[in-house]
């Protein structure tokens, strides 16, 4: 079907003290309309960079983006005016963040920043935009939003920010929320309710979500498809499902071994040896050959491409073949 999001080739290089870091090294992935696509990956895959780059939100200097386009709606979003640009992510699209204590104004209450959107993009009057936050609140589950309309937001707890959050994302009626780790700082529990909520909102409003984890278990249940990154890099993409019953790369297959299941108590944690490269020192061939249990010669030399692993799927591993059917 039509993208709502179409990523393709996107570069972004950072300069630091040791070089040119390549934090995004050809990254492509589309979102649909309605569907949900989870990034995956550890910290300095660039996955977040990613993200910031698609929003037009990347700090600069000293990150650039070197090359690829953001293809949202129609329009490859890197060609527009920065006017522009700010106007789409005003109205079409909007971001989540993990710390929503940092993210919101500590000095204005939930209602002033909520209703401060509707008065800003949508001409309201202090008063409307004071009872349509009132509503939004309501709506993302926030008990009794009327008498809290008033407060500041370090007066809600982790979860309740969070949900705060999500209305400030919603305010303006957005066709693409990114969501970077929105759980990640909360505790397990209300990890699972904010995720339901997120879930919930995405399939009544038909969105597109991206949500950005490190941590598989989060998107097992909310995500359609999966992308993998590592290095910058995706190396694999592939349906939710089939993702978890059988994985076409090393890296994912490390990842999954790695999550504990309650079903398997005591079942020893394969963790995946060694770190993630430097991403100014990125390895020749395959980036996770100095960690990947699979690897030959071949790897060392040959970047891989993502092969097609099946319908919907694709795989950066020379091997994927072998990978999905279990040889190890
Ligand atoms: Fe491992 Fe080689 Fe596949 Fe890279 S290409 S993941 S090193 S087997
Ligand atoms: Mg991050």
Not at 228 to 248: C, D, F, K, N, W
Not at 279 to 303: E, K, M, Y
Request: net charge positive; charged share 25%.
């Amino acid at each position: 079907g039509t993208a709502l999001l179409d990523v393709r080739d996107l570069r972004v290089e950072f300069r630091t003290r040791d070089g040119v870091a390549k934090a995004v090294n050809g990254v492509s992935y589309r979102v649909a309309p309605g569907q949900t696509l989870a990034v995956l990956g550890e910290s300095g895959s660039g996955k977040s960079v990613t993200a910031q780059a698609v929003m037009g939100i990347l700090d600069s200097p000293p990150g650039r983006v070197t090359g690829g386009e953001v293809v949202f709606q129609g329009r490859d979003l890197l060609t527009l005016r920065k006017d522009e640009r700010r106007r789409v992510r005003g109205a079409k699209m909007a971001m989540i963040f993990q710390d929503a204590l940092s993210a919101l104004n500590p000095v204005l209450s939930v209602g002033a920043q909520l209703g401060e959107m509707f008065q800003v993009h949508e001409g309201m009057s202090r008063k409307d935009a004071r009872g349509r936050a009132v509503e939004l609140m309501e709506r993302v589950g926030i008990p009794a939003a009327r008498e809290r309309v008033g407060d500041y937001p370090h007066q809600f707890s982790g979860g309740m920010r969070q949900r705060i959050m999500i209305a400030m994302a919603l305010a303006l009626g957005p066709d693409l929320i990114i969501a970077d780790e929105p759980t990640t700082a909360l505790d397990v529990t209300v990890q699972a309710q904010v995720m339901d909520l997120l879930a919930e909102l995405q399939r009544e409003l038909t969105m597109g979500l991206i949500l950005i984890t490190h941590d598989l278990g989060v998107v097992a249940d909310v995500a359609d498809t999966i992308a993998v990154m590592y290095a910058g890099r995706i190396v694999e993409t592939a349906p939710v499902h089939q993702l978890y019953r059988a994985p076409a790369h090393p890296y994912t297959r490390g990842l999954l071994d790695s999550v504990p299941r309650l079903d398997q108590k005591g079942r020893r944690l394969y963790a995946i040896k060694g770190m993630p490269p430097s991403l100014t020192a990125i390895p020749p061939g395959c980036p996770f050959h100095p960690r990947c249990p699979l690897a030959q010669d071949i790897c060392r030399t040959d970047p891989p491409p993502l092969y097609e692993a099946g319908p919907g799927r694709a795989s950066a591993c020379h091997f994927w073949k072998e990978t999905l059917h279990g040889a190890r």
